[in-house]
Every structure is written in C-alpha cells, then in structure tokens.
C-alpha cells in the first residue's frame, strides 16, 4: 500500500537548518513527484516545493529559494527537506506529500513533522 | 501568484442537510483545481481532483464544479464523518491553497 512515513518532531533554535525525511513506497518513488506543505498554527497550508525522486529535479517556491533544499535517496526510497536559517515563524507542522501526476494533485500525505523554532 | 479565497468561513449545519462551499481565485485558474478535507491532528485528504473527478474511495455526495475563477465543493447530504476543514488548492505556475472553509456541527 503506498505511504509516506515522516520523521519526528524536532526542535531548533533560530538560525539553524532542519531535515524532514519521508519515506515512500517504491511504486511512488519511480511514478511520482514528492511536494512538501507546510502548516503554520492559524495559517493556510503553503507550498514549500516538490522534487521528482526519479531524476532529482526540483521547483521551489520563490518565498523559500535559497533556504530550501530537497533531496532523494532512491537506495533508502526516501526524500528530505532542508530548511536553513530558520526563524521563528517557520514553526509549523511539515508535510510530504505524493504528487501523482495521473490526478495532478497531492493524493497521498504523509502524517506531518512539527518544527518548532524557539530560542 | 494566484490568490484563493473561500467562503464561508464556517459553516454550521446538521447531519442531512446540503453543504455548499466556494472558491474564487484571484486570477484564472488555467491548471487543476483540487479539494482536499482535514480533520483535527489528521493530514489533508484529497476529495476531488481537476475541478469535479472525486479521489480514489470518496463518496458520490462529494461533488465538485466551477471554471475559471469560481469553483464550488458541494456535499449533497452531510454525514457525521464530514464534519471537518475544507481547502481549494490550484496549480497554477505554483501550487496555492485557499484559507479553508470549516463545516461544524450545529
């Protein structure tokens, strides 16, 4: 059954990079994109990016150029999100989600990462 | 950047009754419009893909329409499993989501 399993919680203080990984199936891995949420307290969800894991190409949204890095693993099936220079205000909750092209639209999430940045 | 709007912003109904939800978007909408549902400490569900195809295991009393720039969520019968958080989400250049729309108990 395709999934996506995420890390756990994890706490930094500003100015340092987090890494959320995301494991998939293999079926997702060699058919679909991976595109990362994100979900601040009170906020709407906001696109952060998507990688295809077949050949590593990446689209970030412009706010998190510079400051975003996605990755793939195709021996560990899985992929990762690195956020640097964190604030406060990128506390959220992190999710991966399945970009399944046949649909266009995230059709498998994973079950979210909280990132709390807090001096 | 395509700007979604959605409305209401509650929505407070019983169990039976028809829930109608809108999202107009700042622009044309020239990419895929998608309906996903959230409950408490749950990730997002995809609902309704491209405007009006329902995802895989979606009930037929979750139907989607609209064009352009205005795009419509109706559930023909609430059941209690329905009651939950609401976003419109476009592909346009990038992906944006609209601010929800929460359908409560009332």
């Known amino acids: 059954q395709d999934q996506l399993v995420q890390s756990g919680a994890d706490l930094k203080k500003p100015g340092a990079s987090v890494r959320v990984s995301c494991k998939a199936s293999?079926?997702?891995?060699?058919?679909?994109?991976v595109t990362w949420v994100r979900q601040a307290p009170g906020q709407r969800l906001e696109w952060l990016g998507w990688?295809?894991?077949?050949?590593?190409?990446?689209n970030y949204a412009l706010k998190f150029q510079g400051r975003v890095t996605m990755t793939a693993d195709s021996s560990t099936r899985t992929a990762y999100m690195e956020l640097k220079n964190l604030r406060s205000d990128d506390t959220a909750l992190y999710y991966c989600?399945?970009?399944?092209?046949?649909?266009?639209?995230?059709?498998?999430w994973g079950q979210g990462t909280l990132v709390t940045v807090s001096s | 950047e395509i700007v979604l709007s959605q409305s209401p912003g509650t929505l407070s109904l019983s169990p039976g009754e028809r829930a109608t939800l809108s999202c107009r978007a700042s622009?044309?909408?020239?990419?895929?419009l998608n309906w996903y549902q959230q409950k408490p400490g749950q990730a997002p569900r995809l609902l309704i893909y491209?405007?009006?195809n329902r995802a895989t295991g979606i009930p037929a009393r979750f139907s989607g329409s609209g064009s352009e720039t205005d795009f419509t969520l109706t559930i023909s019968s609430l059941q209690p499993e329905d009651f939950a958080v609401y976003y419109c989400?476009?592909?346009?250049?990038?992906?944006?989501f609209g601010q929800g729309t929460k359908v409560e108990l009332k």
């Open positions: 491209d405007t009006s």
């Open positions: 293999e079926h997702t891995f060699t058919t679909s994109g």
């Open positions: 989600a399945r970009d399944y092209p046949l649909v266009h639209a995230f059709d498998i």
């Open positions: 990688i295809s894991p077949y050949n590593g190409v990446t």
């Open positions: 622009q044309i909408v020239t990419s895929y």
């Open positions: 989400q476009q592909r346009s250049n990038w992906p944006t």
